[in-house]
């Protein structure tokens, strides 16, 4: 069977649900990245983000009438259950929190302008990032989401809200809240004057 | 512009349209206040840090290996559900099949039962264990008809009533005019009718009374 490339999602997946593999392949590829690199960035970790959307579209598989139409797009909806697989992840593996295993491939290196630069600066920035990467990490799971949509991701508020199925007014809170903690855990406020009569 | 009301809605600077009042009350803030400044500068390292940390892996993508692994349990679950209904199928045709066996059988059997033995059948029952009357014999020089009466045996010409105690019924098809041998007045008419003629045999093989069972055309 011929797959338009617009065609609709719930489409797919009620062909995919009668067992049309190319319905449920073209669903996989639509969505699967986005998925990967959340799971990812919530996890830090490869094997537990790979884990996690093959679980995901597992359930897809098994169980494609969880989904409702009616309620929402199908990328909030894997969204969500990508959420609560990652959540339980986190649960299981609190201190599993490495980016270790980020190889090459995974982590692209294109444009991002290290051609330019000597091996002690590559050293710095490299080095900065991987602070950066490891402060996400320690963030509450919920600042995370938010900074992992909006910062990295570089959603809007309002895809951002639409995906983890909440109002735009709570993203945008729990990305200040969020990027606050980061300047702490990064020390970027060491510098900064206090405000006169301020308390942190 | 207050340092609290800075850090509410400064911050996101970016997100403040440049025509926005708060857009020139935020660069008011920031020029007046060194601290604001500062932190404006720092957020917008961090902003930076962030969108270098989130480009690395833009293009990050679940590897080939999970795509494989979901098609091939796309595929065995698939299967698996056509093979079951497949077998529900042909379990529900089978059963329906037994059930309209039965139901043709049934009604087979009925009409079968229906019609009686089949009309070249002999039944033979015990005359101990039958209900069968014994008639009175018939009066010297009286006319002998058979009765059309299926419950009554009328008793042959030269038969003795006292004899019939262990005598044996015998189905048997026969003209009707044969009856004029036993000594019965036959309608020469319907001499040629078929008929079904109950005899009661006796114990030295010589039937002794009869009855006409049912009239076969």
């Known amino acids: 069977m011929h ?7 719930d489409v797919l997946l009620r062909r995919s649900a009668k067992g049309d593999e190319r319905a449920f392949t073209e669903l996989y590829r639509r969505h699967q990245a986005p998925l990967y690199r959340f799971a990812l960035r919530m996890s830090g970790n490869v094997w537990a983000a790979e884990e996690i959307v093959q679980d995901v579209f597992m359930t897809l598989i098994r169980e494609p009438k969880k989904f409702d139409p009616e309620r929402g797009a199908l990328r909030s909806f894997l969204y969500g259950i990508t959420r609560n697989r990652v959540m339980k992840h986190l649960e299981r593996a609190p201190r599993e929190l490495l980016h270790e295993e980020l190889d090459e491939d995974t982590v692209g290196q294109r444009g991002l302008g290290f ?3 000597t091996p002690a600066e590559w050293a710095e920035v490299r080095e900065r990032r991987e602070q950066v990467r490891a402060a996400v990490l320690k963030l ?29 007014g709570t993203i945008r809170s729990r990305l200040h809240r969020g990027r606050a903690l980061l300047l702490v855990k990064l020390e970027m406020l060491r510098d900064t004057p206090k405000r006169a009569g301020a308390s942190r | 512009m207050t340092c609290e009301e ?9 997100t403040i349209q440049g025509d926005d009042p708060a857009h020139s009350a935020v660069r008011e803030h920031l020029r007046s206040c060194p ?3 500062a932190l404006q500068e720092n957020w917008q390292t961090l902003q930076a840090d962030l969108h270098a940390v989130g480009a690395e892996t833009q293009e990050a993508e679940a590897p080939a290996r999970v795509e494989m692994r979901l098609r091939q ?6 299967k698996t559900v056509k093979a079951r209904r497949a077998a529900v199928y ?8 037994a059930v309209v066996m039965a139901a043709v059988s049934w009604v087979n059997w009925r009409h079968e039962n229906g019609k009686g033995s089949p009309p070249s059948a002999v039944n033979s029952e015990q005359g101990g264990n039958m209900n069968k009357t014994t008639p009175a014999g018939p009066e010297l020089g009286e006319t002998i008809v058979a009765s059309n009466d299926a419950g009554e045996f009328t008793l042959l010409p030269g038969s003795l009533p006292g004899l019939l105690g262990d005598a044996t019924v015998v189905r048997v098809q026969m003209q009707r005019g044969a009856l004029g041998a036993l000594g019965l007045t036959v309608n020469e008419e319907r001499a040629a009718d078929l008929i079904q003629v109950d005899l009661l045999v006796g114990d030295d093989g010589q039937p002794q009374a009869l009855r006409l069972a049912q009239t076969t055309d």
């Open chain 2, 6 to 14: 800075f850090e509410l809605a400064g911050l996101d600077l970016e």
């Open chain 1, 115 to 117: 051609e330019a630069l």
């Open chain 1, 3 to 9: 797959i338009e490339a617009q065609e609709r999602d």
């Open chain 2, 35 to 37: 601290r604001c400044a």
């Open chain 2, 73 to 78: 349990e796309f595929r065995t679950r698939h």
């Open chain 2, 90 to 97: 042909a379990g529900w045709t089978l059963a329906a099949a």
């Open chain 1, 140 to 168: 509450p799971v919920e600042f995370r989401e938010a900074v992992v949509l909006c910062g990295l991701e570089e959603l809007s508020y309002e895809e951002a809200a639409r995906l983890l199925d909440c109002p735009v």
